[in-house]
């Protein structure tokens, strides 16, 4: 029924940039706030960045603020997330989030490392 699924993680260098995409179905996209999170090792999960129904209306953790972007793209049920300027310790399992379905994907690995 409702369905995220992530995809686009995998392992990249310090200070290199992946995109991860987050397709959705079983509900209406549009009218749900979306969000990305994250968890590493050992860490509690994190929310990295929050985009509103409309698109207009974006947040960020601090950690990421001026290296990730969110967006997304209605028409595809997709929302996206940028990563630039890539740290170790970005590392987690990257996790898209409905507010309207309260509901997870199943998450993408992300691992940043030399």
């Known amino acids: 029924q409702v369905q995220l699924v992530e995809s686009g993680g995998g392992l990249v260098q310090p200070g290199g940039s992946l995109r991860v995409s987050c397709v959705a179905s079983?509900?209406?996209?549009?009218?749900?706030?979306m969000r990305w999170y994250r968890q590493a090792p050992g860490k509690e999960r994190e929310l990295v960045a929050n985009?509103?129904?409309?698109?207009?209306?974006?947040n960020y953790a601090d950690s990421v603020k001026g290296r990730f972007t969110i967006s997304r793209d209605n028409a595809k049920n997709t929302v996206y997330l940028q990563m630039n300027s890539l740290k170790p310790e970005d590392t987690a399992v990257y996790y898209c989030?409905?507010?309207?379905?309260?509901?997870w994907g199943q998450g993408t690995q992300v691992t940043v490392s030399s």
């Open positions: 079983g509900f209406t996209f549009s009218i749900s706030s």
């Open positions: 985009i509103s129904s409309y698109g207009g209306s974006t």
């Open positions: 989030y409905t507010v309207f379905k309260d509901s």
